[in-house]
């Protein structure tokens, strides 16, 4: 177990004054719709990013992470530009953006520490961006609100960055609640707890350990292919989104759409904006089969109509199906790599975890790392 404090100590010689923490999200159903105006369904984990901090008087920002040996020394000055794919380019966006707001914030030293697995689809970037925000919002008492904090890291991820995601994820991170489910209108940014009760079950989380190089270009090339097939479904459909759009509709006017990707890519924003809708029902009747039974629904869709699973996540949930104490399973996040989740009957789990090892291993050459989770709160103070 880590000792952030004793690390603070020993690299900045003085103790930290505060620490954060930032949990990762799965999401358990509606996926790749949140940037299509839909409703999704994540949460957060008890996995995350802890921010050991203390302000300095010579106005620098100092960020170190025990995860990567890449360190950052920045003068505090009116603007930061990215610096190729290192990691503290995620809370570096954020302190641009804030400076850029002309909010009054100075020098820190900052060291981050993560227990979730980084860049494997668990949202460690949303995570550290949200952390970054809070923290600063909680020392440089900015009034900043929670939905602000959300919001503008998104926007970090999207200019500084440079993925065009939606909002899902800075959003579990930071309203997650223990226990529950965070149902979210990406348009509206409304949203409902449900208890998320699995009675007798447990969430696992399956990384692929595969590695993700093309996760950003692919990510932004779906993105892209919404927003032409919108544009063509408008021509005859009066909607702001891909998901204000029927099923029923979609039907009798994607003659519309001239090229078979783009219907593959709507077919399957509308037809997951739906499965939500249905899970939600479900879970509040107390349904498990039938919400498991939409968690596969969700992945075949993300397989075969928008192709971002990959034969990694198709091994693992191909193995969920033949095991019959697995309800339900499916890649969670963008996909191409990174998680996949399934709910699993409690007592199984070992045996699930040993046989899902075995055969992946197979088939794809390497072991894949399989735990439960918790789900749990969302960003606040821990000391
Ligand atoms: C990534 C993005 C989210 C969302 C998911 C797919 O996690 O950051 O905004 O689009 O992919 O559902």
Redesign the pocket.
């Known amino acids: 177990m880590v000792d952030i404090k004793e690390e603070f100590q020993k690299r900045f010689k003085k103790k930290p004054d505060h620490i954060f923490f930032s949990p990762g999200r799965i999401?358990l159903i509606?996926?790749?719709?949140?940037?299509n105006g839909g409703r999704?369904m994540p949460c957060a984990i008890s996995l995350g990013i802890f921010l050991a901090v203390s302000k300095n008087t010579d106005k620098k920002f100092r960020l170190q992470c025990l995860n990567f040996p890449e360190t950052a020394e920045l003068h505090l000055q009116r603007s930061y530009s990215k610096t190729g794919r290192e990691w503290f380019n995620y809370p570096l966006g954020v302190i641009d953006y804030l400076i850029r707001e002309e909010c009054a914030i100075s020098g820190l030293d900052m060291l981050f520490y993560g227990n979730l697995p980084i860049g494997a689809?668990l949202?460690s970037?949303?995570s550290i961006e949200v952390l970054t925000a809070f923290t600063l919002n909680e020392l440089f008492q900015l009034s900043l609100s929670l939905v602000d904090i959300a919001v503008l890291s998104?926007k970090v991820?999207n200019e500084f960055i440079g993925?065009n995601?939606?909002?899902?994820?800075q959003f579990a991170v930071t309203f997650g609640k223990k226990d529950r489910a965070i149902l979210l209108n990406c348009d509206t940014l409304e949203y409902e707890l449900l208890p998320f009760k699995i009675n007798g079950h447990v969430l696992a989380i399956i990384n692929t350990n595969k590695s993700r190089k093309l996760t950003d270009s692919k990510?932004n090339e779906r993105f892209a292919e919404c927003g032409k097939v919108l544009k063509e479904l408008k021509k005859e459909i009066n909607a702001h989104n891909l998901c204000d759009i029927s099923m029923e509709q979609f039907q009798s006017h994607k003659s519309l759409i001239k090229d078979p990707v783009l219907e593959k890519r709507a077919a399957h924003v509308i037809s997951e904006n739906f499965r939500v809708n249905e899970a939600a029902k479900v879970l509040k009747q107390g349904d498990l089969g039938k919400f498991g039974q939409l968690m596969y629904d969700s992945h075949k869709s993300l397989k075969e109509l928008y192709e971002v699973s990959g034969k990694e996540l198709d091994t693992i949930v191909e193995f969920c199906k033949t095991f019959g104490d697995c309800i339900g399973a499916r890649m969670t996040?963008?996909?191409f790599g990174g998680c996949a989740i399934a709910l699993i009957k409690k007592e199984s789990l070992q045996d699930f975890s040993k046989a899902l090892v075995d055969y992946y291993k197979n088939k794809i050459g390497y072991e894949p790392d399989v735990f439960a989770s918790e789900i749990g709160d969302g960003v606040r103070e821990v000391f």
């Open positions: 999401n509606g996926e790749h719709i949140d940037y999704v689809g949202s970037s949303a998104k991820e993925m995601c939606g909002i899902m994820d990510y996040g963008a996909g």
